[in-house]
Structure formats: structure tokens, C-alpha cells
């Protein structure tokens, strides 16, 4: 079972371009998650999707956007990246938002020059 | 605001038992998590506590005390592959994941 993939593996950006952050489960969970991982800082949430058809904004969510648009995928869009994007990116799925587990992809690594 | 407070980093020897400690306040309380993370790599399920008390499972356990708003996980017979990073998370009103900075745990032979 593949679980959760993500892609790219890593990325380097230029700065003003834009990017979609792939994302795919198979574990048909409802509720899915991007998060940004940063030196020093604990994961934070920056968009989810509780079902399919539906997301929300973060803690972070500024500068990006996300659609869900079947139960599997959960892109994450960068319009127009800046160098303060350079981050870890997990994507995260869990049966029900209120589910007791959250299961990570294996992330993107991304820096934008 | 919401505030989850944990070590930086811990050191401990191969063998031995270390508690990594998690104190936190958040708007609300459906539980807390605990994860581990190699580096490198996504962060994997450890535990969850939602009531009081102790929950042991293998040579991990984790304890919960919602009152003080505290939480550690303990680790008997330290191996080195539990060299990693250990994340404590809380969910809040929302069931939203609130996350520390995680503790970087080194093992020495």
C-alpha cells in the first residue's frame, strides 16, 4: 500500500514563479492536511480539506491555495513564490478530521531563490 | 495563544530511559500526540492520550495530565535507532494539530 505520495521529491524555485505541490492518497481518508516544516518551528498547518469539495485555511495560508476536488489529491498552489517559502512541505491525511491518527507523505523540499 | 513548549534537545546513552517532557496551552483539548521523526523523513505516529494517566505500549509510554496541562513521553532501553526527533502535538477545539518544535533525542553507544 503506497499510502501517502507526494512530488516533486525536492524543487528549486525562482522567486515569482509559480508551483503546484502534488499530493495522493490511497487510503480513501476524508480529511487531508499541508503543512510547512522550518527550522525551529513545529509544523504548521497551512490549508486542510475535511472532505472532498471542501478546504480551509491555516495557521499559515497566505500565498497559497488548494482545491480538492476527489477524495485522493490535495494539490498545493504557489501563485507567485518568494524566498520565504523555502520549506519542508508534508502533506497529511487522517480517516475523519477528528480521527485519532494523522499519516504524512514523505515531503517536498523546496527552495526558492 | 496556543502554546506548545518542549525541549530542544536531549542527550541520553544506549540502554538507558529519558522522558521528554511537553507542557502546553491551547484553545480547547481533543487530545495530544505524540510523533517521531528521523531526519530526513515524515513524521510517524507514536501515541495518543486523551484522558489522564499513563499509556504504555512496548518500550514507549506516554503520560497525561490535563490539569497542569503536561504530557511526557518515556522510552526505556534506549536503542540507537530511536535517535530522532519526538514531536508532541495537541488538538484543539477544532481538531486542528497545534505542534512544538520537537525534542532532537541523540543516543550515544
Known amino acids: 500500500t503506497a499510502g501517502i505520495t507526494q512530488a516533486p521529491t525536492s524543487q528549486i524555485l525562482a522567486a515569482g514563479r509559480s508551483m503546484t505541490l502534488r499530493c495522493t492518497q490511497d487510503m480513501r481518508h476524508n480529511a487531508m492536511y499541508w503543512y510547512r516544516q522550518d527550522l525551529g518551528l513545529g509544523l504548521r498547518l497551512i490549508h486542510y480539506s475535511n472532505t472532498a469539495g471542501t478546504t480551509g485555511k491555516g495557521e499559515v495560508p497566505d500565498g497559497y491555495s488548494v482545491s480538492r476536488a476527489n477524495t485522493d489529491d490535495f494539490p498545493l498552489t504557489l501563485a507567485s513564490a518568494v524566498p520565504s517559502q523555502t520549506s519542508v512541505y508534508f502533506c497529511?491525511?487522517?480517516?475523519?478530521?477528528?480521527?485519532?491518527?494523522?499519516?504524512f507523505g514523505p515531503g517536498t523540499r523546496l527552495t526558492v531563490l | 495563544g496556543q502554546n506548545i513548549d518542549q525541549p530542544t534537545e536531549m542527550t541520553a546513552t544506549e540502554g538507558a530511559i529519558v522522558q521528554i517532557n511537553c507542557t502546553y496551552q491551547t484553545s480547547g483539548f481533543n487530545g495530544l500526540f505524540w510523533y517521531q521523526q528521523h531526519a530526513g523523513e515524515a513524521p510517524t505516529f507514536l501515541s495518543y492520550n486523551v484522558l489522564d494517566g499513563l499509556e504504555e505500549k512496548g518500550r514507549f509510554s506516554s503520560f497525561l495530565s490535563r490539569s497542569k496541562g503536561y504530557s511526557y513521553l518515556l522510552l526505556k532501553e534506549l536503542q540507537m535507532k530511536d535517535s530522532a526527533s519526538y514531536l508532541c502535538a495537541v488538538s484543539d477545539s477544532n481538531y486542528q494539530l497545534i505542534w512544538g518544535a520537537g525534542t532532537k533525542l541523540i543516543i550515544k553507544p
Open positions: 497529511a491525511s487522517s480517516d475523519t478530521p477528528d480521527s485519532r491518527t494523522q499519516y
